[in-house]
C-alpha cells in the first residue's frame, strides 16, 4: 500500500471513532466538514475548483453542504473507498494525496489542539522529508525573514526570503523537530511538536 493508501485508511477508521461532531484543526470544521471536503475534493473536480477560483465558490458550498447531509457513515465509507475506476483521481492518488491524507488525518488526531506526533519508519521519514523541501517554499513564500527549517538528524533548509538569507545571521526564523512536524507547522498547523527562535510574527504560513 501506498502512503496515500495507509493514511485513508487509518483516517478512515479515525472518522467512524470519533464520530461528526468531532473537533479538528481546520478552524470551523467539525469532522463532518472535513469529511465532506475530502469526497468532493477527490470526486468533483469543477466544485472543487472553488477552493482556488472565486466565480466557483458557489459551486463549492453547495457541494459541501450536499455532502454533509448526508449519512455520516456512508460519507465516510463512500470516501475511504477511494476514486472510482474512470475517475483520473485513481491514477494520481499515490503522487497528489499521501500528504492530503496525513495532514487531514493530523488535523482529525489533534483537534483538541494536543500535539501528538507519531513515529514513521526510515523510508516514510525520507519522504516526508522531500515533501518538505519540496513544498515549504512555496507555503512560507510570504515570510518577512527567511525560516530555517531543520528536520531532526537533517540538513537545514533555507525558506521563505524573497531577498535571499539576511545579511544579519540571526535576522532568521529558526524552527527544528521532524520532518512530519516541520510540515504540518509549515502548513499553518499550530498542535505540532517544534522549537522555534526568532520573531514568529515574521512568518506568513
Not at 483516517?11 to 470519533?18: C, D, G, K, P, R
Not at 479538528?24 to 472543487?48: I, K, Q
Not at 488525518?105 to 483538541?112: K, P, S, T
Request: aromatic fraction near 4%.
Amino acid at each position: 500500500m501506498t502512503f496515500a493508501d495507509t493514511e485513508r485508511k487509518k483516517l478512515a477508521q479515525l472518522f467512524t471513532e470519533v464520530g461528526p461532531d468531532a473537533p479538528t484543526l481546520c478552524e470551523g470544521w467539525a469532522a463532518r466538514d472535513l469529511a465532506a471536503h475530502l469526497y468532493v475534493r477527490e470526486n468533483d473536480p469543477l466544485s472543487a475548483a472553488g477552493m482556488m477560483v472565486g466565480p466557483l465558490e458557489g459551486r463549492l458550498d453547495n457541494a459541501m453542504e450536499k455532502q454533509k447531509s448526508r449519512d455520516y457513515a456512508e460519507l465516510v465509507r463512500d470516501w475511504s473507498a477511494g476514486p472510482a475506476k474512470l475517475n483520473p483521481m485513481r491514477l494520481m492518488d499515490p503522487l497528489v494525496n499521501g500528504i492530503e491524507h496525513f495532514v487531514h488525518h493530523e488535523d482529525l488526531r489533534r483537534g483538541d489542539g494536543v500535539a501528538r506526533p507519531r513515529e514513521f519508519d526510515a523510508e516514510t521519514t525520507e519522504m516526508l522529508l522531500g515533501k518538505l523541501k519540496q513544498m515549504a517554499p512555496m507555503l512560507l513564500r510570504g515570510s518577512d525573514k527567511p525560516v530555517i527549517l531543520t528536520p531532526t538528524g537533517g540538513v537545514p533548509i533555507v525558506v521563505g526570503a524573497k531577498r535571499g538569507v539576511a545579511e544579519r545571521g540571526d535576522d532568521v526564523v529558526r524552527v527544528s523537530g521532524a520532518p512530519g512536524e516541520l510540515l504540518l507547522w509549515a502548513f499553518g498547523r499550530d498542535a505540532v511538536e517544534v522549537t522555534m527562535e526568532g520573531d514568529e510574527r515574521s512568518v506568513n504560513r
